[in-house]
């Protein structure tokens, strides 16, 4: 069964330096989507996006992240200068459908830890 | 943004039906409701969704109230391997999904 991948599985950096998560959608579909989850606390939406284009965007996507799809497989999701809040679980997810009626199919997820 | 409102815990029997309620009052027109669940050190996965009408699948049913200010997700017949986080979430047309603090079901043997 196609899955959505994401590496790595694990990142660790330093406050201030600049990270790239990766995520492989699965083939055929159209959307995708980035969440983070801190230790403990619930999965939290951060962007949408479509025909290469933010769909649409939370309050905690601010200007230093941002989401490229540089080629026909790869979706990623920059954090220009991470901060210790940054720590967390993010999580790739995509969709064939349209948005609002989609399932989404989530991936494994990247643990971020900001030291 | 429109919020959900989850019991923290709940705890069913192998084999029995287990309703797990979920208030979202601040909904709107066209807000979808999805379910997801999320079992330790993994992604959520999709269980239902739907928008006005009860709804069912292979996993699960899905009743909405009429005025959809609340929904409760059914699980027909628990089983130790549906011990999970169960998230309701609002799902707008942009695709901003709006997560519940989630229940945590225990399902005991």
């Known amino acids: ?115 | 943004d429109a919020k959900t409102t989850q019991p923290n815990s709940m705890e069913s029997n192998e084999e029995e039906p287990v309703h797990l309620p979920c208030n979202h009052s601040t909904i709107s027109g066209t807000d979808y409701i999805h379910w997801y669940r999320q079992l330790p050190s993994q992604g959520p996965e999709y269980v239902i969704h739907g928008l006005t009408s009860n709804v069912n699948n292979r996993m699960a049913s899905l009743a909405i109230a009429e005025d959809r200010k609340s929904s409760t997700l059914i699980l027909h017949r628990a089983t130790l391997r549906d011990a999970a986080v169960y998230y309701c979430i609002l799902r707008t047309l942009a695709g901003k999904s709006t997560f519940g603090d989630g229940t945590t079901l225990t399902v005991k043997p």
């Open chain 1, 1 to 115: 069964e196609p899955e959505v991948t994401q590496t790595p599985s694990h990142q660790v950096t330093q406050m201030g330096q600049e990270v790239i998560l990766r995520c492989v959608p699965i083939s055929n579909h159209l959307y995708f989507y980035w969440y983070r989850q801190i230790l403990g606390q619930k999965v939290e939406f951060l962007v949408s996006f479509y025909n290469n284009e933010i769909s649409e965007k939370s309050e905690i996507f601010d200007d230093q992240f941002s989401v490229e799809r540089p080629d026909g497989s790869n979706f990623t999701l920059k954090i220009r200068s991470t901060k210790l809040e940054d720590s967390a679980m993010y999580f790739c997810a995509s969709s064939l459908d349209r948005i609002g009626t989609d399932t989404q199919y989530f991936g494994p997820g990247t643990r971020l830890t900001v030291l």
